[in-house]
DNA sequence: TAATAAAGTTAGTCTAGGCTAATTATAGTC
DNA sequence: GACTATAATTAGCCTAGACTAACTTTATTA
């Protein structure tokens, strides 16, 4: 499949979320999102259409294709998977969480990303089976 | 301090790397290390001199002042802890951790660092203490 | 229905960070 | 001491991805 920059990936992935928002997706909402200027916006989502990633004709909406889904959804996936290792097992505030997330969402391929669940499934079973363990775990956290 | 980009972070480590290798780090030695022409670590070297990160007199060696090394020690020390948690504590290959280890050590904070080597800690104590402990972490991570 | 507001697009600029080709400096060898 | 190989630098180009300013389209509303 075509090549996708980091900043392609997070434009698919911001309309992957506008679309849950809003059921149309407009470029307006996607500035909002990213935090850049519609221009910026324009020029990406021309790209991912040219490469094969959304439709959009002018002035009207933009829509992922099959395969643009597919590569948002993992994405975002992956966003999701580190947000619950940042912010529930690590107890880091949510927006650092969210911050961190995003910026490395982008480097981690599907089996690291299927290591790491694991040992977020083992941990949060651990801690459901085991007070102790999870004090411990707490405790070891917190240490400050 | 001033603004340091992710590549020039890059820079600085290679810089702090070779350094331990070579004793005089030269122009040449970086390009290798980075999977980068000559001219690019130039124009790099030059960047970051401008900004009191190294010195560098035209056609000689390449030091990092005290700002500098501090900055590589800081980002190479993530670099440290990740291939730690990615190689050791979820058994990727090796150069899968490095990679992986190199494309997010400038996404995390120093707090967000410190968790993680608490948890690292945390994991690596309980597995010292406890086989059946190993032995479930080990099974669970490796469920094919 | 004409006027205006809002949204989208286009054109042109900038920065970071690569590259190649050509030049200049240094080092090693006859 | 001159010649050559290696290294470093400069000049100039390219791409991604941001921006502003100007323009066009669509939608709203008097």
Do not use: W
């Not at 040219?50 to 975002?76: D, P």
């Not at 089996?111 to 089976?129: G, N, P, S, V, Y």
């Amino acid at each position: 499949m075509a090549a996708l920059t980091e900043g392609l990936q997070d434009y698919l992935e911001a309309i992957l979320l506008c679309s849950a928002e809003h059921k149309f997706v407009r470029t307006k909402h996607l500035a909002e999102k990213l935090g850049v200027k519609s221009p910026s916006v324009n020029a990406a989502v021309k790209e991912l259409a040219r490469l094969g990633f959304v439709e959009h004709e002018s002035y009207g909406y933009i829509e992922l294709t099959a395969e643009g889904r597919r590569q948002a959804e993992s994405v975002y996936s992956k966003h999701r998977i580190l947000y619950r290792f940042f912010a529930k097992t690590l107890s880091l505030p949510n927006d650092l969480a969210e911050d961190t997330a995003c910026g490395i969402e982008h480097h981690l391929d599907e089996l690291t990303l299927k290591k790491i669940t694991r040992l977020l499934d083992f941990l949060e079973r651990k801690m459901k089976q085991s007070e102790e363990f999870t004090s411990e775990l707490r405790k070891a956290l917190d240490n400050d």
